[in-house]
C-alpha cells in the first residue's frame, strides 16, 4: 500500500481538538483547546516538501497561566512555511525570522496587556520565549513532541506494509528525560464508505533505552521519598484515516503515562477534515 504526496495549490481545512490532564499528588493541571487551522502544498522539490501553515481560529479552555500562553503561542505561529523530507516528516521552517520580528515589533507587547494581574509569570514566560527565538534549533524542537503537529508530520509519504514496528522517542517528555517507544502499526484498506487508508498505531514502553535510573531520580526529587515505585505504565492508541487525495480525513490520538495513582499525564488529539462551509460554521460557535 501506498500514501502518495498530496496535490499542490489546494487549501485543506482542519478541525482539532488537544486536551491535556496532568496530576501530581494533589494537583491537578489541564486544558482543552479548540482550533481551526489551513494546510496547503506550497512546493515540491527532490528532497523537500513546503507547506504553509495558517490558524484561523481557537479556543483554550485551561486551569493555569501557562495555558493562556500557549494558545498566544499558537497565534504567534499563526502563519508558518514548513519544510519537511519528501516523506513528510518535520525537519525546518523556512520563515523562522519572521517569528523572532513578530515577536519583538508589538505581538510581545500586545498580549502584556493580558497579564497585568500576573506580571511576575509574564515576565519569566517572556524571557523564555524570546531566548527560544534567538535558538532556532531548539525551537525546532518543540514541533518534535506529543502534539497536534504529530498529526501531519510523520513519514507518511511512502509505501507500506501490513504491519510495521518502529522506534518513537519522545525527547524531553519528563522533563530532561526521553521516553523510548515500541510502535507497533497495522495498515489497512478502507472501505467504500471510508478513507482509502487507515493507519492504527499501538505502543509500549522501549525498556532497553528507557533511562528508568534518571526517572527514579527525578521521582524522589518530587517526593522526597527514597524508596519510590518508580513503574511507568503506558497506554498510546491512535488512528489515522487518509483519504484517495492522500490528505488525512480524521484521526484519534491518545497517550496516558502514570506512576502508581500519584503521578499521571494523559494527552488527547481529535482531527476532521472539514468543507469551508463547515469551518465558517465551527468559526461562529467558537
Do not use: C
Amino acid at each position: 500500500m501506498n500514501i502518495r504526496i498530496p496535490e499542490k495549490g489546494q487549501p485543506q481545512f482542519f478541525y482539532i481538538t488537544s486536551a491535556n490532564r496532568t496530576v501530581v499528588g494533589n494537583k491537578t493541571s489541564e486544558f482543552v483547546q479548540k482550533k481551526i487551522v489551513e494546510l496547503r502544498l506550497m512546493e515540491k522539490t527532490e528532497s523537500a516538501l513546503f507547506f504553509s501553515y495558517k490558524l484561523h481560529n481557537q479556543s483554550m479552555k485551561g486551569s493555569a497561566i501557562f495555558h493562556s500562553w500557549s494558545a498566544d503561542m499558537e497565534q504567534l505561529q499563526s502563519d508558518l512555511i514548513l519544510v519537511t523530507d519528501i516523506y513528510g516528516e518535520f525537519k525546518d521552517i523556512k520563515n523562522f525570522e519572521d517569528l523572532h520580528h513578530k515577536w519583538d515589533n508589538g505581538f510581545k507587547q500586545e498580549i502584556s496587556l493580558k497579564y497585568t494581574d500576573h506580571k511576575e509569570g509574564f515576565d519569566a514566560m517572556a524571557e523564555e520565549t524570546s531566548k527560544l527565538l534567538q535558538n532556532k534549533e531548539l525551537f525546532l524542537k518543540t514541533f518534535i513532541g506529543y502534539s497536534s503537529w504529530r498529526i501531519f508530520f510523520q513519514d507518511w509519504y511512502r509505501t507500506y506494509q501490513a504491519e510495521e514496528n518502529k522506534s518513537l522517542n519522545l525527547k524531553q517528555y519528563f522533563g530532561k528525560i526521553d521516553m523510548p517507544l515500541s510502535v507497533h502499526s497495522v495498515i489497512e484498506k478502507g472501505t467504500q464508505n471510508q478513507s482509502a487508508f487507515v493507519v492504527k498505531n499501538k505502543a509500549v514502553l522501549d525498556k532497553k533505552e528507557f533511562d528508568r535510573k534518571a526517572f527514579a531520580r527525578m521521582l524522589k526529587d518530587f517526593t522526597d521519598v527514597y524508596n519510590i515505585n518508580s513503574r511507568l505504565d503506558i497506554d498510546m492508541e491512535e488512528r489515522y484515516e487518509f483519504d484517495k487525495d492522500s490528505w488525512i480525513n480524521e484521526a484519534e490520538l491518545f497517550l496516558g503515562t502514570a506512576v502508581a495513582n500519584w503521578y499521571s499525564i494523559s494527552s488527547a488529539h481529535q482531527i476532521k477534515r472539514v468543507s469551508e462551509k463547515e469551518k465558517t460554521e465551527l468559526e461562529n460557535i467558537m
